[in-house]
């Protein structure tokens, strides 16, 4: 029965220490497998239901977990956010009409499981984070990343920046993370891009932070973003009014140049994402948060993540379910995905 359940409609599955190289174009894909003919409940917790993976070659794009929440301020909980939003991926289906997207008949596509994060020691974890993704972006395969609190793009923009230089980053969130240090430590969710910036793996000038909203400790708490060259989108410029313009504006400034996507789900407002560890209110919608990610359709994505998930605070497991929806509609934009 499992091996019936692992062919059907995937394509041939992949053993966890499969080495092959890059499938030829004309090759079976691996496919989540159709709730018509597989019970959405059966099989392995993977994301969609996809193969599990151990190594990234002959992958186009994967799914990866990292299951980090000891960099956290306040609420902790994301390290069970790769879980559920695994869990909540079972409702995803295989087309993204509204986008014109077939993403696994262009991509090879896989979930390689999670990075063994070292959840007593966080300089340890974005050591092991950093080598991971290392060995994924090598390899060509674009990592589409489950978090996990925002310390861990860090790491991962560390080796993103190894292969292609400084990334511009679209990041959506209600909070810069550009602070320097919090009682005494350079390193927590909330200091990620400030140390982007000091080891010059951004590219400055394409910089977008959208949704940024909430109290602060001074009444210009963006002067360090704009003075690197960032440019800040409060929430309240965003209030009630379509994103399309906006991101017609960031995909001309983008460029054809590499491009990280970084989503904070606490971007958006807490009646539709109470599961996260430092909600703020009136927030993005989840429709502007689908214009914000279909905006980068065409643009040089080369990875993206989905952020501070913690499902403890959210019974209902909508959050995760939000999260999941996102990160697929990340995998629809990247490059090589063909459109209808």
Same mark, same amino acid.
């Given at each position: 029965?499992l091996?019936?359940?692992?062919?059907?409609?995937?394509?041939p599955?992949?053993?966890?220490?499969?080495?092959? #190289?890059?499938?030829?174009?004309?090759?079976?894909?691996?496919q989540?497998?159709?709730?018509?003919?597989?019970?959405?409940?059966v099989?392995?917790?993977?994301?969609?239901?996809?193969?599990?993976?151990?190594?990234? &070659?002959?992958?186009?794009?994967?799914?990866?977990?990292?299951?980090?929440?000891?960099?956290t301020?306040?609420?902790?909980?994301?390290?069970?956010?790769?879980?559920?939003?695994?869990e909540e991926?079972?409702?995803?289906?295989?087309?993204?009409?509204?986008?014109?997207a077939?993403p696994?008949q262009?991509?090879?596509v896989?979930?390689?499981?999670?990075?063994n994060?070292?959840?007593y020691?966080?300089?340890?974890s974005c050591?092991?984070?950093?080598?991971?993704?290392?060995?994924?972006?090598?390899?060509?395969?674009?990592?589409?990343?489950?978090?996990?609190?925002?310390?861990?793009?860090?790491?991962?923009?560390q080796?993103?920046?190894?292969?292609?230089?400084p990334?511009?980053?679209?990041?959506?969130d209600?909070?810069t993370d550009?602070?320097?240090?919090?009682?005494g &430590?350079?390193l927590?969710?909330?200091?990620?891009?400030?140390?982007?910036?000091d &080891?010059?793996?951004l590219? $400055?000038e394409?910089?977008?932070?959208?949704?940024?909203?909430?109290?602060a400790?001074?009444?210009?708490?963006?002067?360090?973003n704009?003075?690197?060259?960032?440019?800040?989108v409060?929430?309240?410029d #965003?209030?009630?009014k379509?994103?399309?313009?906006?991101m017609?504006?960031?995909?001309?400034q983008?460029?054809?140049?590499?491009?990280?996507?970084?989503?904070?789900?606490?971007?958006?407002?807490?009646?539709?994402?109470?599961?996260?560890?430092?909600?703020?209110?009136?927030?993005?919608?989840?429709?502007q948060?689908?214009?914000i990610?279909?905006g $980068?359709?065409g643009?040089?994505?080369?990875?993206?993540?989905l952020?501070?998930?913690s499902?403890?605070?959210?019974?209902s497991?909508?959050t995760a379910?939000?999260?999941?929806?996102?990160?697929f509609?990340?995998? $629809?934009?990247?490059?090589?995905?063909?459109?209808?």
């Amino acid at each position: 029965m499992l091996r019936l359940l692992a062919t059907w409609g995937a394509g041939p599955v992949r053993s966890g220490l499969c080495h092959s #190289c890059r499938q030829a174009s004309d090759a079976p894909r691996n496919q989540p497998p159709s709730p018509d003919w597989v019970a959405r409940p059966v099989g392995l917790c993977s994301m969609m239901r996809l193969p599990v993976q151990a190594s990234p &070659e002959g992958l186009d794009a994967a799914f990866v977990g990292v299951p980090l929440d000891i960099g956290t301020s306040n609420r902790p909980g994301a390290r069970f956010g790769p879980r559920r939003i695994r869990e909540e991926s079972a409702m995803l289906r295989a087309a993204n009409p509204s986008m014109g997207a077939l993403p696994f008949q262009s991509l090879a596509v896989a979930d390689l499981g999670d990075v063994n994060v070292n959840l007593y020691n966080l300089q340890d974890s974005c050591g092991r984070i950093r080598e991971a993704y290392q060995k994924i972006v090598a390899s060509g395969c674009v990592p589409l990343t489950l978090g996990g609190d925002h310390t861990i793009t860090y790491p991962i923009l560390q080796a993103m920046a190894e292969k292609h230089g400084p990334v511009g980053l679209l990041h959506v969130d209600a909070h810069t993370d550009t602070t320097d240090k919090a009682l005494g &430590e350079k390193l927590y969710h909330g200091t990620p891009f400030r140390r982007c910036v000091d &080891e010059g793996l951004l590219d $400055c000038e394409r910089v977008v932070q959208i949704g940024i909203r909430g109290s602060a400790a001074t009444l210009d708490p963006y002067r360090y973003n704009r003075s690197q060259g960032f440019r800040v989108v409060l929430a309240e410029d #965003c209030w009630l009014k379509s994103l399309v313009p906006l991101m017609a504006e960031v995909r001309q400034q983008m460029g054809g140049k590499p491009l990280y996507i970084s989503f904070d789900i606490d971007a958006l407002d807490p009646a539709y994402a109470p599961g996260t560890g430092t909600p703020e209110i009136a927030g993005l919608t989840p429709s502007q948060a689908l214009e914000i990610i279909r905006g $980068c359709q065409g643009l040089n994505v080369v990875g993206g993540d989905l952020v501070e998930v913690s499902p403890q605070y959210d019974v209902s497991g909508n959050t995760a379910l939000l999260a999941a929806n996102l990160l697929f509609e990340m995998l $629809c934009t990247l490059p090589k995905v063909t459109t209808a």
